[in-house]
């Protein structure tokens, strides 16, 4: 755990965080305010839009249900809890700035995912920043490095992690050993993984939407009955945002520094703007021009960090679980926080939160090997997906039995290697995302 943290100290250092606000202000600028224009616009066509006969893969809504499978779930329930852990209420308040600037990043990579999108040799889209990266902003040498970072990324940040907090989560509900949970998890995705992008899109269509709707309404309707704690949640939120919290119970205090770097990293990890994966996804989509699916995309960051993270956060600090230990005598932390969280306000509300992190990382776990296998046949042909596909599979296992802060660790250190070439490739393409963003603008105005 040493170098793991020593890693996670340098890689979410000032620099990263910097970079991430300086690309989402600069994409906001070169599209206009994109997040602000398009909000509603965005939401309508994910639900809505459907272009049958265009190129593509899946439709707009599965493209937006595979990206959510790998945001809604462990990021912004189990995320935002060891984020508050770790950096203080005030991290949610950094989660919503980087969320909110993130989303014009999270729509030029997808409209650059689509522009520089090829067939494969099964006659399937493949797109993403790797392709970008050399097709577009003529850095191959970069374009690889992310394929590599994501492809084993996809074993931590899509596989371990999820596997790993449903096993916790189970095991506080249901006493259940981790190993038989990581064994049922391992069959499971087995099953639905050689199916390739038309079933994950399949599952996560019907699986997603079903979920993220009985979770956010149930967290409201928890938040409603505990109204009156409502305000003072916020005040807190607000107030760590910008001052230190102090140590109290378990919780070890956090600076003004930690809640950013925790706000940004978890926001990352629950959006995935300027991740560079969710463009994989949408770069599949059926769509008749790059800047519907983009504003598709977009809309997936806005759900998971304003509505969903905010639930969990809320429900966090309305609780005021934070600091209480577990059975084990160490502070209440990932999901055992949430799950905690959940059953303060209402009875048998931890049963609820294990229902959602089962199948939000169930479909996370899918849509990650989607991912990660768009980007091992992008380095190694189309003839390593089936054996990454293996590997894949029976990574799960472990991923339920190590350690908390080992999984969310070596997390964050992928996470943050990935980003940093994806950053430099939506820098050196900003002049092409405008110039996109322009020629959709005025098409939309033709259809109005």
């Known amino acids: 755990m040493t170098w793991v943290q020593t890693l996670n100290e340098w890689i979410w250092g000032p620099p990263l965080v910097i970079l991430l606000f300086a690309v989402g202000c600069l994409l906001t600028y070169r599209t206009r305010g994109v997040q602000f224009r398009y909000l509603y616009y965005a939401h309508k066509l994910a639900f809505t839009r459907h272009d049958d006969h265009a190129q593509g893969d899946i439709s707009h809504f599965q493209a937006l249900m595979t990206a959510l499978a790998g945001t809604i779930g462990i990021g912004s329930i189990a995320g935002v809890a060891t984020g508050i852990v770790i950096g203080g209420y005030g991290a949610l308040f950094w989660m919503w700035v980087v969320g909110i600037i993130g989303m014009a990043t999270k729509f030029s990579e997808a409209l650059l995912a689509i522009k520089y999108r090829v067939v494969d040799e099964a006659g399937e889209m493949c ?5 970008y990266l050399e097709r577009g902003a003529g850095k191959k040498v970069l374009a690889v490095l992310f394929a590599f970072f994501a492809a084993v990324a996809a074993f931590g940040t899509g596989n371990m992690v ?25 069959g499971l995705v087995g099953f639905a993984l050689f199916g390739g992008i038309k079933s994950i899109g399949r599952v996560a269509s019907i699986l997603v939407p079903t979920m993220a709707i009985m979770y956010i309404l149930g967290g409201i309707i928890l938040l409603l009955m505990n109204y009156s704690q409502i305000p003072h949640a916020f005040y807190l939120i607000f107030k760590y945002a910008f001052t230190p919290q ?10 003004v520094l930690l809640a950013i770097q925790m706000g940004a990293s978890r926001s990352i990890f629950s959006s995935e703007s300027g991740l560079g994966t969710s463009p994989i996804a949408a770069a599949a989509a059926k769509t008749d021009t790059p800047g519907r699916q983009a504003l598709v995309s977009m809309s997936s960051a806005f759900i998971t960090i304003i509505i969903v993270c905010t639930i969990t956060g809320l429900a966090i600090g309305v609780s005021g679980v934070l600091g209480q230990l577990g059975p084990d005598g160490n502070p209440l932390n990932g999901a055992a926080l949430a799950l905690k969280a959940f059953d303060t306000l ?22 990650w090997a989607y991912y ?23 990574v799960v296992l472990p991923g ?14 992928m996470n943050g290697l990935m980003i940093l070439p994806n950053l430099i490739g939506l820098l050196l393409l900003s ?5 996109e963003t322009k020629v959709f603008d005025l098409l939309h105005k033709k259809e109005l």
């Open 127 to 131: 797109g993403g920043p790797m392709e």
């Open 162 to 186: 999820q596997a790993n907090s449903v096993a916790l989560a189970m095991q506080a509900v249901s006493g259940i050993d981790p190993i038989w949970i990581g064994l049922v998890l391992t």
């Open 246 to 255: 102090a140590a109290t119970g378990g919780f070890a205090g956090a600076s």
């Open 346 to 367: 209402f009875p048998g509300g931890g049963i609820f939160v294990t229902i959602a992190l089962v199948a939000f990382a169930y479909s996370t776990i899918l849509a």
């Open 372 to 394: 990660g296998e768009k980007c091992v046949e992008y380095l190694f042909g189309i003839r390593a997906i089936k054996p990454f596909r293996v590997l894949y599979t029976l």
């Open 400 to 413: 339920s039995l190590f350690s908390l802060n080992f999984v969310w660790g070596m997390a964050n250190i």
């Open 431 to 435: 002049k092409i995302v405008a110039r």
